[in-house]
Nanobody, 124 residues
Framework: QVQLIESGGGLVQAGGSLRLSCAAS????????MGWFRQGPGKEREFVGS????????YYADSVKDRFTISRDNAKNTVYLQMASLKTDDTANYYC?????????????????WGQGTQVTVSS
């Protein structure tokens, strides 16, 4: 079992930056590939990005590419989502997810464990 707890959400102005963290329980975090998803008001939950369990590879949705960066610190059992040049369209509840595996997973159904989410609101 893996428990995930997101933090770092809040209110930020458009053009600003924010870093989200996702802390994982368990001693096998380094074997889990991680993903970030988001759900905006009135929208379906969508893929944001993912990171390989080694941290050596990442993949991003086109909507956030070149603005968001995912990283991980396996020693701290934590994955990060650094967000820059934020837009009002980035307003959403952000979730991290985990699964064992050696690929970069983009589909929600691929993930076994989910956090409760952290709210990010971008004001104009």
């Amino acid at each position: 079992q893996v428990q995930l707890i997101e933090s770092g959400g809040g209110l930020v102005q458009a053009g600003g930056s924010l870093r989200l963290s996702c802390a994982a329980s368990g001693r096998t975090f380094s074997s889990y590939s991680m993903g970030w998803f988001r759900q905006g008001p009135g929208k379906e939950r969508e893929f944001v990005g993912s990171i390989h369990y080694t941290g050596e590879r990442t993949y991003y949705a086109d909507s956030v590419k070149d603005r968001f960066t995912i990283s991980r610190d396996n020693a701290k059992n934590t994955v990060y989502l650094q967000m820059a040049s934020l837009k009002t369209d980035d307003t959403a509840n952000y979730y991290c997810a985990a699964r064992r595996g050696s690929h970069l997973y983009t589909e929600q159904q691929s993930y076994d464990y989910w956090g409760q989410g952290t709210q990010v609101t971008v004001s104009s």
